[in-house]
């Protein structure tokens, strides 16, 4: 088994500090908080999508600048899309699973912000499948999920309205959120001059935000984590579907379902035992979505999550305490890893204003492009 010792996280939003920068603050803040010395790390693995927002093409050295005994230490960049951060933490747990190291660092960063809209839109454009979706939008490719479940089960507007402004009201919580503004369900709900429509059904208001930001964990085998507090990474799982959109039911999510599942299985337990959840709400018609293949609902019925309260803060299974990155934010490769870092600290009681009393099992779910690249892990705390 893996375990989490150590935490990093930078603020996420438009931020002044280089991608250089970002990965080195972060890294230093979770090898200190993990004990562990520099040179015991057996090896570092970035999450970094890019995908030309950065001239950065090969920064998987980068993190060395943190300390010098990490000269030396083999480093990889990896990459899958908006789950590259999660594809990071697989590969260094692989690692140590292998026993080929016995501490890993693992940073997920992205810098997006100096480029104008088009600019990021077009390098996330990157994430389709070209033969087909070249050219579209992010938003114009969910928006495709949104009209397929519209199509079959009816229109989930007014649902994708409640989880923005669920996820707005939990960022008030998290210090290091991009956004701190709290959004009526009224005001997400309608089209106007501030909630323009983006791709319909798709406002404003139903978008993740464009990102600067990093964040970084210290993984361990079980002899190093004795002794120490430690987050254990009882699952994580990887399912990916195919690329063309053409070819998949867009009225469900099958490869989060499948992951998630999987995750599950894994560590023997079901919803019952998750305490709460970290989603990839890229966009609300995402998380109504992952409502349903979690096993939340049945399929078109996710809105009754929201209905009963099930979701929310205080009900059965909160969803996105962080503010998700509807409102959290989502600098791509950094995504994953953020997940998994405010996860841990839920479970280790500190996660200040956004803890949960007495959390013991967290799930987290990150996706890359249109439900193609999908991991789910299951985090549990201390007995």
Known sequence: MVSIIGTGHSRFGRLPESFEDLIVTVAREALDESGIAPAEIGGIWLGHFNAGMVDDGFASSLAMAAHPDLRWTPATRVENACASGAAAIRGAMDAINAGRVRAALVIGAEKMTHLPTSGAAACLGRAAYQPEEAGQSFPAIFARFASAYADRFGDPTEAMAQIAAKNHANAMANPLAQMHKPLP??????????????????????????????????????????????????????????????????????????????????????????????????????????????????????????????????????????????????????????????????????????????????????????????????LEGAA
Request: some cysteine; proline content about 4%; glycine content about 12%.
């Open 185 to 378: 369900v009224e005001f997400c709900r309608e089209v106007s001059d501030k909630n323009p429509m983006i791709a319909a059904p798709l406002k404003v208001s139903d978008c993740s935000l464009v990102s600067d930001g990093a964040a970084a964990l210290v993984l361990v085998a079980d002899d190093l984590a004795k002794g120490r507090e430690a987050v254990r990474i009882a699952a994580m799982e990887q399912v990916s579907d195919i690329l063309p959109m053409s070819r998949r039911d867009l009225s469900v999510m099958e490869g989060p379902r499948r992951a998630i599942a999987a995750a599950l299985a894994a560590c023997g337990t079901g919803l019952d035992g998750i305490d709460f959840a970290e989603v990839h709400d890229c966009f609300t018609i995402a998380e109504l979505m992952i409502y349903e293949a979690m096993g939340l609902a049945e399929p078109g019925q996710g809105a009754r999550c929201l209905e009963d309260g099930t979701v929310m803060r205080g009900g059965a299974l909160p969803v996105n305490l962080s503010g998700g990155l509807k409102a959290k934010g989502h600098p791509v490769g950094a995504t994953g890893v953020s997940m998994h870092v405010l996860a841990a600290r839920q479970l280790m009681g500190r996660a200040g204003e956004m803890q949960l009393t007495g959390a013991r099992r967290g799930l987290i779910f990150n996706m890359g492009g249109a439900a193609v690249a999908n991991y789910a892990s299951v």
